[in-house]
């Protein structure tokens, strides 16, 4: 068996790995086992679903700060070494929009390192928002990145395993040194870790088909989220969301909640309908799919943290990221990868 291995197989896991190969770790000294691995689909696996976009649904935690902007000023790299935008990953304008003005502190931060950052005059927001912004963001295209990365990470050596863990002493075997639990809302359940403080923010999105829009547009308000986030090389699917349900399990979508995106997302943007090419109503928009996905989130914020097995060995927990894995996830990752090279992290 590996040196390390990795539990999961969502978007952290993906990029703990890559942290890995990006400190000098060889490739075929990693092992991913997962019970999902990218290309499939259920409610457990919840990556897929994600609308997938750098944005300002992070808390203002300075460590959280820290990982957005580590993870934004990368994103360029990874790209490159997937072979270009068609693989997932592409930049985009983002307009955002807040019942509530964000923090000096994440402010500040966001405008120390994001591309063309500019504040909107009142005139240009909706009635009720006393922020807005526009921004050069990164969309992804959640289904095909994961199938890439995986695919670049095998490239490097990297062994993918599916296979459903009971209990996290089931990834040490011979030879394994250091396991990384990656697993998400799993890490309630896994045997050895059983985090009662994790919980899911239960999201529904629903995906359009639209040419017409070539941008990201949201809302945030103080208990709900509004988003509209172009999902690129995707035959022109746009994701409508959505809803940040705590504690809510539910793999159903619902008809009502659809009907309620539908209407706040096109009062969002209008031109979603004023140039749709098949009429100007909601009933004229051509659904691809509504989708429901279940956010890892945790009491407390992520939890990275190492934890001594023996003298020799230990777990390296990375989970609980909620709805920003894409977006801070490989701040997340390189600081959990530097507990298990006993390096310093520089965030």
């Not at 092992?31 to 897929?48: F, H, K, Q, R, W």
């Not at 995707?234 to 209407?263: N, V």
Request: proline content about 5%.
């Amino acid at each position: 068996m590996s040196k390390y291995v990795v539990i999961g197989s969502g978007i952290v896991g993906l990029y703990t790995v890559y942290n890995l190969i990006e400190r000098n770790v060889n490739g075929e000294e990693i092992t991913v086992i997962a019970e999902y691995l990218p290309g499939d689909e259920s409610i457990d696996y919840t990556s897929p679903y994600a609308g997938g976009n750098f944005s300002c649904i992070t808390d203002d935690h300075p460590d959280t700060l820290k990982f957005d902007k580590h993870t934004y000023t990368r994103l360029q790299s990874i790209q490159r070494r997937l072979g270009g935008p068609q693989h997932g990953l592409d930049k985009i304008q983002s307009t955002e929009y807040f019942d509530t003005k964000p923090s000096d502190a994440k402010i500040n931060s966001l405008k120390s390192y994001i591309e063309n950052y500019t504040e909107l005059p009142k005139l240009e927001m909706p009635h009720g928002c006393q922020y807005g912004i526009r921004y050069t963001s990164w969309s992804f295209n959640c289904p095909k990145f994961l199938l890439n990365m995986k695919k670049y990470l095998e490239g490097k050596g990297v062994t993918f395993v599916q296979k459903k863990l009971s209990h996290i002493s089931q990834a040490f075997a011979f030879g394994t040194k250091i396991v990384f639990n990656c697993t998400g809302n799993g890490s309630k359940y896994l045997g050895g870790v059983t985090d009662n403080k994790i919980y899911p923010t239960r999201g529904q999105v629903v995906v359009i088909k639209a040419p017409h829009i070539k941008e990201n547009v949201m809302r945030w308000g103080d208990n709900y989220a509004t988003y509209i986030i172009k999902r690129p090389y995707s035959h022109d699917q746009l994701i409508l969301g959505g809803f940040l349900q705590k504690d809510d399990w539910r793999s159903a979508t619902s008809h009502d909640e659809t009907l309620d995106i539908l209407k706040r997302t096109t009062q969002l943007l209008p031109l979603i309908l004023s140039r749709n090419t098949y009429g100007s109503s909601i009933e004229d928009l051509e659904i691809l799919r509504v989708a429901a996905g279940l956010r890892p989130s945790r009491h407390g914020g992520p939890r990275i943290e190492r934890e001594p097995i023996d003298h020799t060995k230990c777990v390296i927990h990375n989970y609980g990221a909620s709805g920003y894995g894409y977006q801070a996830g490989l701040g997340m990752a390189y600081r959990a990868v530097s507990l298990a090279l006993d390096v310093k992290p520089k965030l």
